[in-house]
């Protein structure tokens, strides 16, 4: 929620810190309001941390297989959280991050009575890969992270030692853009209109290493096989409310109104040459796509019963419906069109007993 702009002001910080976790920051924004009576606000904000160096452990359960093949030291006894016996093999490393988020907006007073503003934002989120870190040694002392069959404190290591085991498994990306504008207007005697329209354009995907043993290209920490998962989906709001006196009942205002909201969404899992890469996909395990929609009509009455209390009884109507498709392989599962309906009543008392106090009490059922 942005102050609309009244004159020029400028700021910049920009730090860093250190400690259990790096960190750096740069901000930035102006406003100011021009002699024909358009105002501009304008902001930014980029982040980004090297993560915490220990974020997870790699942990490897034996099998009740006894062996001596290819033995390894340096791992730690501990217990899986059910209280299984296990090891503590290495870290994963640190999950560094960058978080940029932009976004500018527009006022203007087209007269006395009518104001809109508009605007744009972008945000994006950036989480990434670190070295990983093994504690198992062979018997020459050498590091040890690529052995598909090896053995500790004489049990064989349930999948085996792979670099798989020691990456990080939730890198991911999402960048979102939001196009928004809003008009409010006065027509007098205290009758109001006020408008707003958003959409919302919004990317998330996740590349994850194959933990396939027979995975090729093979998985090491600088590339290989992997799984891309992504969920592109778009959202547009809509409200319009006029709120008026009702000219026969004193200190009694109507607000009528409607919203509106649909959303659409078009993911897929694809197979990746290089999880390191998104634009290597080279075919699609399943695809979904979706969409849901939500219509509101409400009606508020608010009633100056005294001075100091005021009684507020409304309602709305909402009616959502859904519909979606999901594809796997030779599977099609069509989801036909249902949908929901319900009016939601609302009660409130509020109550202003002495100055600068307030009580209030309310009551209502949602959807």
Same mark, same amino acid.
């Given at each position: ?14 730090? #860093? $810190?250190?400690?259990? &976790? ?6 930035? !924004? @102006?406003? *100011? ?125 349930? #999948? $085996?030692?792979?670099? &798989? ?6 890198? !991911? @990306?999402? *960048? ?141 109507? *909402? ?49």
């Amino acid at each position: 929620i942005t102050k609309v702009p009244t004159e020029r002001a400028v700021h910049f910080t920009t730090g #860093g $810190g250190g400690g259990s &976790v790096d960190q750096w920051w740069t901000r930035g !924004s @102006y406003q *100011d309001r021009f002699k024909n009576g358009l105002g501009v606000s304008i902001s930014f904000n980029h982040m980004d941390s090297a993560g915490y160096g220990d974020s997870d452990y790699v942990i490897s359960t034996p099998t009740a297989t006894n062996s001596t093949t290819n033995p390894l030291t340096g791992a730690i006894p501990t217990t899986t959280s059910q209280g299984t016996p296990a090891y503590w093999t290495g870290l994963k490393g640190a999950r560094p991050w960058t978080q940029d988020n932009a976004q500018i907006k527009l006022f203007y007073d087209i007269d006395e009575n009518t104001d809109i503003m508009a605007g744009f934002a972008w945000d994006s989120n950036d989480n990434g890969y670190s070295p990983y870190t093994s504690f198992l040694r062979n018997s020459s002392g050498a590091v040890v992270d690529n052995l598909g069959t090896a053995s500790i404190g004489g049990k064989s290591i349930r #999948g $085996g030692v792979r670099p &798989v085991n020691f990456l990080t498994s939730t890198p !991911s @990306y999402e *960048d979102t853009h939001r196009y928004f504008s809003r008009l409010n207007h006065d027509f007098g005697n205290e009758i109001t209109l006020k408008a707003d329209i958003s959409y919302l354009d919004l990317n998330f995907m996740s590349p994850t290493a194959s933990n396939s043993a027979t995975a090729n290209p093979a998985v090491t920490y600088n590339g290989g096989a992997g799984t891309l998962s992504a969920i592109p989906n778009d959202r547009l709001d809509t409200n319009v409310s006029v709120r008026m006196p009702v000219k026969f009942l004193p200190r009694n205002y109507l607000t009528v109104g409607f919203a509106s909201n649909h959303n659409t969404v078009d993911s897929y899992r694809g197979q990746l040459n290089n999880f390191r890469d998104e634009n290597s996909l080279k075919g699609y395990d399943s695809t979904s796509t979706g969409s849901s929609t939500l219509l509101s009509g409400f009606i508020q009455d608010e009633w100056g019963i005294l001075e100091n209390l005021t009684a507020y009884t409304g309602g709305r109507f *909402d009616h959502w419906e859904t519909q979606g498709t999901i594809t796997s392989g030779t599977f099609t599962k069509n989801y036909a069109n249902r949908s929901v309906s319900q009016f939601n009543p609302k009660f409130a008392l509020v109550w202003n007993p002495i100055e600068k106090s307030k009580l209030f009490a309310s009551a209502g059922w949602a959807f």
